[in-house]
């Protein structure tokens, strides 16, 4: 069974800086950060495919993904954040084709609220 436990999230002005931790209970090949609005479809933020990273287009080079493999910790290092980037954000492991398509994934965490003032 897979645990994923989110934790750093938070209120922060537009333009600040938050780091967004998930550990979890193994590494797998394919781990990634989502995020979701309400009313609105989850999105793929950012993944890590052994090790590589992708992107989301909105993420603009504000985004990185990263991975502590003595903490069994991913983060989501989120800088020059934006009142859009407010969300649920969600970490997730195995998919079937390691994309930021949401509905090919796994496991979940809980979720963590960022919430951006503008």
């Known amino acids: 069974q897979v645990h994923l436990v989110e934790s750093g999230g938070g209120s922060v002005q537009a333009g600040g800086s938050l780091r967004l931790s998930c550990e979890y209970s193994?590494?797998?090949?394919?781990m990634g950060w989502f995020r979701q609005v309400p009313g609105k479809e989850r999105e793929g933020v950012t993944l890590?495919?052994?090790?590589?990273?992708t992107y989301a287009h909105f993420v603009k080079g504000r985004f990185t993904i990263s991975q502590d493999h003595s903490k069994n910790t991913l983060y989501l290092q989120m800088n020059s954040l934006e009142p859009e980037d407010t969300a649920m954000y969600y970490c997730?492991?195995?998919?079937?084709?390691?994309?930021?398509?949401?509905?090919?994934?796994?496991?979940w965490g809980q979720g963590i609220r960022v919430t951006v003032a503008s």
């Open positions: 997730a492991v195995d998919s079937t084709d390691c994309s930021l398509w949401y509905l090919y994934w796994g496991y």
């Open positions: 193994a590494s797998r090949y394919c």
């Open positions: 890590l495919e052994n090790g590589r990273p």
